[in-house]
């Protein structure tokens, strides 16, 4: 077993199976726990319905138990699934923490997936699924990252197949979760007043097979799509629903802390670029956003890929009349290429510099996003620099930005998909 201090408060726990044990300790009131897999759609298209069924009984509570438990408690139980993981959670008052966590790991190792109940749970994936497919957002999300990742692992795995989750054997359900929940991809996390040796001893009570050799995931390299640029989607609405997207790199890239001060620049804040243009000044929309979402590729032993590859998306996201299609199309297509033309003040820059530093440490002042954040920061193999975060983003220089700028932000690489009136 191996344990190391990356910061105050924080241990890393890998023992001799592979299973890694992440602990921050906190002096809260409330605890927050969270199983995760190295494992998600892109190794393999059920991963959604997997994470669905373990939430169907074990070899000693049934589902009606799991349900129970999770009320009493007052507290919450989630989960979901991501390109390259799936994330378990809970968050307790701290006298239930420790039975949270027995919960939890007892649904990742000793799951029945009983054959009724995943019939079930097949029909209530499919309502999800029908769901997702009428939000707006989520039409232009699964869109551009098709376009953007076209005939590639990352891009076919945006959206569920219904047709394999249909025809998925309940034989066929078992030895994925076999094969994909084992210690070696598992990780657990927990945040807030915890006592290191309670929590080795349920982690050792369930999670006691040996070590296994583990089959890596070889992505083929990416290259960045042809045209067409502009995507428009007919849609009985009243509105248009804009999505401008452009390829980016992983958290463990350089340009990754330049791209994040840049996103926020553009439109993460009310402050930010494009909300002072298109909302403030011109009042053409509500509300213009921009998001920075990396794709968790990293860790060697799951996934081999080269990081200097495009993976994750820089997206702006708005929606708004249709008389306003050009002007607001004309904002953000003028504003990204001004971080190619100019560099920016270094007033800019600081209070982007600020509203990043500051988001995550509130983020971390409670234990569910201090959870997830660290549980993201192990998928993508940074743990060792997650407390480095506040000198990477201050390190920034308005001449790293415009570099970088000049390598993602320029209008040949924009892709935009609308959705618009019929």
Request: net charge neutral; aromatic share 10%.
């Amino acid at each position: 077993m191996e344990c190391d201090q990356s910061e105050p408060g924080l241990s890393r726990i890998v023992l001799d199976n592979g299973l890694t044990i992440l602990i921050q300790k906190k002096n809260t009131k409330s605890t927050s726990f969270g199983v995760g897999l190295r494992f998600g759609c892109v190794h393999q298209p059920a991963a959604h319905l997997i994470e669905h069924l373990l939430f169907k009984g074990t070899t000693a509570r049934t589902y009606k138990d799991i349900n129970l438990q999770a009320v009493r408690w007052g507290g919450s139980l989630d989960a979901f699934t991501d390109f390259f993981s799936t994330f378990y959670v809970t968050k307790n008052l701290n006298r239930y923490a420790y039975d949270a966590l027995d919960l939890l790991c007892d649904m990742i190792t000793n799951s029945t997936i009983p054959l009724q109940e995943m019939e079930y749970e097949k029909r209530v994936l499919l309502e999800e699924i029908k769901m997702r497919s009428e939000e707006p957002e989520s039409i232009l999300m699964d869109t551009l990252y098709k376009r953007l990742y076209p005939n590639h692992l990352l891009g076919n795995a945006v959206l569920d197949n219904r047709q394999l989750i249909c025809s998925i054997n309940h034989s066929e359900a078992l030895e994925i979760y076999h094969q994909f929940y084992v210690p070696e991809r598992t990780i657990v996390i927990g945040v807030g007043n915890i006592d290191e040796k309670a929590v080795l001893a349920i982690v050792k009570k369930y999670f006691h097979k040996p070590s296994r050799p583990i089959d890596e995931l070889a992505i083929p390299p990416l290259a960045y799509p042809s045209p067409p640029r502009r995507i428009i989607i007919p849609r009985t609405n009243c509105q248009i629903h804009l999505m401008v997207g452009l390829g980016a790199v992983p958290c463990t890239h350089a340009d990754y802390y330049p791209l994040r001060v840049l996103s926020a620049t553009l439109g993460e804040n009310i402050n930010s670029r494009l909300y002072e243009r298109a909302r403030e000044k011109q009042g053409l929309v509500y509300n213009i956003t921009s998001h920075y979402n990396t794709m968790r590729s990293s860790w060697q032993s799951v996934l081999k890929t080269d990081c200097s590859q495009w993976h994750g998306i820089l997206r702006i996201y708005t929606r708004f009349s249709p008389r306003n299609l050009t002007p607001v199309e004309t904002i953000i297509k003028e504003e990204l290429e001004r971080f190619t033309q100019k560099k920016i003040s270094e007033k800019e820059l600081l209070i982007s510099q600020q509203k990043l530093v500051g988001e995550r440490k509130l983020a971390t002042l409670g234990t569910f996003r201090h959870m997830h954040l660290l549980f993201t920061a192990e998928i993508n193999d940074t743990i060792g620099e997650f407390d480095e975060f506040d000198n990477k983003i201050y390190a920034v220089t308005p001449t790293g930005l415009l570099e970088v700028a000049r390598k993602y932000s320029y209008p040949a690489k924009h892709i935009s998909v609308i959705l618009k009136p019929e």
